[in-house]
C-alpha cells in the first residue's frame, strides 16, 4: 500500500497488500504524527502477518555438519524470501524428537525449552520479548540433529507445543496467519497422543484429531488461518539414509490445506521446497479483500472520493454507501483484511469498504480528500 502526498493538498492512497510509502512535498497543512499506524514524513510498512512454527527432524539420520549446515542456511535464506515478498513474519523451532518422547511423550512436549525467534518487524504490536528475539539473518536456533532415537511422533510435537501457554503468549499473534512447516527425512508415529509406546507402523491416514488440534493454536474464528507444509521424502529412495515415503506428513498438511515437498531434491537441503512454499503462499494473499484504508490525518469528510485501480490499471469511482460501496467512519481500531478473516488490527482515521467495493489481492485504491478545516476553495 502506497501513500504519495501530492501538493498543496490532496492525499492519494495505493491500498493493496504492499507497503505504504510517504513523500512530502510543499503543503499548506501539517501532517498528523500520532496515529498509531501513521509514521509520516517516512516509511510504514503494513504486510500481512504470519507466525512460522518449523519442526525440524533431530534424530540421527539428520546429523551430518554439512547437511545440518545447508539447512539452517536455507531456512534464513527462506525469511529473506518472505520479508521480500511483503510478509510480516516471526519463526521458532522446535525439534520433532524430544528427549524422552519414546516413554513419555506428553511429559517430553512440556520440557521442550522455548526457542529464539526471529522477526521481520520487531516494532510496536510486533515487537518480541527481548530475552527471545534475534535478528533473521542472524538466527541459528534450528534443532541440532543428536537424538539416536528414531521415534519420531513430530506431528503430535508441532501440535501440543503451539497449544502451549509459554508459546502462546510469546510467539503467536492472533492476527498473523499460522503456519506449522515439518522439515525431516523420516515420517511420524504419533497415533495416538498418550504417555504409551507407539506402534512400529501407524496408520498412513493421520487421525483428525491432530489437525484439530493443531488449529485450536488459534480460536474458533481464527482457524482457517492455520495451514501446515512438509520438506520430507515424497517419493522413495534414499534421502539422508532414510528410504521411507513420509506418508504421514503428507497425509496431514493435506489435510491441514497444505503441500508437501521433496527434501532431497539434488544439490539441495530443502532449498527448492522452500522456494516452492514461499510462491504458495503468494496465492494465500490473493484471497484477502481489504475492507479498511487508513488516512493520513483527519479529513474534511465532503471532499472524500474514493476510486479502485484494477489490476489492468484501469479505475472505477466507488459509491459513498453501506452497501458496495465506502464510509468514512471516523477515528477507530478496525482490520485492515477482512476476508477469508480478519487480520491486522490497526488505529486511525478511517475508511471502510463493503462487500463488492472491497480490495482484493491484484487490486488498489486511490483516495483524494482534503484535510478537515480545508475547504475546495482553499485547497488549490
Excluded at 508441532?158 to 499473534?173: G, I
Aim: some cysteine; glycine content about 8%.
Amino acid at each position: 500500500m502506497r501513500i504519495t502526498y501530492q501538493p498543496p493538498t490532496i492525499l492519494w492512497i495505493l491500498a493493496g497488500l504492499g507497503f505504504f510509502s510517504v513523500g512530502c512535498g510543499k503543503q499548506s497543512f501539517d501532517v498528523v504524527k500520532s496515529q498509531k499506524i501513521v509514521e509520516a514524513p517516512g516509511i510504514l510498512s503494513i504486510r500481512p502477518k504470519i507466525d512460522l512454527l518449523v519442526g525440524v527432524d533431530n534424530s540421527g539420520s539428520m546429523s551430518s555438519s554439512a547437511n545440518q549446515a545447508a539447512l539452517n542456511s536455507n531456512l534464513r535464506n527462506f525469511l529473506t524470501n518472505l520479508n521480500s515478498r511483503g510478509w510480516n513474519y516471526r519463526m521458532t523451532s522446535v525439534p520433532l524428537v524430544p528427549n524422552g518422547a519414546d516413554t513419555n511423550l506428553a511429559s517430553a512436549i512440556a520440557n521442550i525449552p522455548l526457542g529464539t525467534i526471529a522477526a521481520s518487524d520487531n516494532t510496536g504490536a510486533d515487537i518480541v520479548n527481548p530475552n527471545y528475539y534475534v535478528p533473521p539473518t542472524s538466527y541459528s536456533g534450528f534443532p541440532q540433529a543428536n537424538i539416536s532415537s528414531s521415534y519420531e511422533p513430530g506431528i503430535a510435537v508441532v501440535a501440543e507445543y503451539a497449544n502451549r501457554a509459554d508459546v502462546q503468549s510469546v510467539f503467536m499473534r492472533q492476527d498473523a496467519k499460522f503456519i506449522s512447516l515439518f522439515i525431516s527425512n523420516g515420517d511420524d508415529v504419533s497415533e495416538p497422543l498418550d504417555t504409551s509406546i507407539f506402534p512400529i507402523a501407524p496408520p498412513a491416514t493421520v487421525n483428525a484429531s491432530f489437525a484439530t488440534r493443531l488449529k485450536q493454536s488459534k480460536s474458533t474464528a481464527l482457524d482457517p488461518n492455520v495451514r501446515a507444509y512438509s520438506v520430507v521424502n515424497t517419493v522413495g529412495g534414499s534421502c539422508f539414509g532414510i528410504s521411507t515415503i513420509a506418508t504421514r506428513y503428507i497425509n496431514f498438511v493435506s489435510q491441514m490445506l497444505g503441500s508437501s515437498f521433496h527434501l532431497c531434491q539434488p544439490g539441495s537441503v530443502a532449498s527448492s521446497a522452500l522456494d516452492s512454499i514461499a510462491n504458495e503462499l503468494d496465492t494465500i494473499k490473493l484471497d484477502y479483500k481489504i475492507g479498511t484504508i487508513f488516512l493520513g490525518q483527519e479529513p474534511n469528510p465532503a471532499t472524500i472520493k474514493v476510486f479502485r485501480i484494477r489490476q489492468n490499471g484501469t479505475e472505477e469511482q466507488l459509491a459513498e454507501s453501506a452497501i458496495n460501496g465506502w464510509q468514512y467512519v471516523g477515528f477507530g481500531s478496525y482490520y485492515q483484511i477482512v476476508a477469508p478473516t480478519n487480520l491486522l488490527l490497526s488505529e486511525g482515521f478511517a475508511i471502510r469498504l463493503f462487500g463488492t467495493a472491497q480490495i482484493t489481492g491484484l487490486e488498489s485504491a486511490r483516495v483524494e480528500y482534503l484535510p478537515k478545516g480545508i475547504n475546495p476553495s482553499e485547497g488549490g
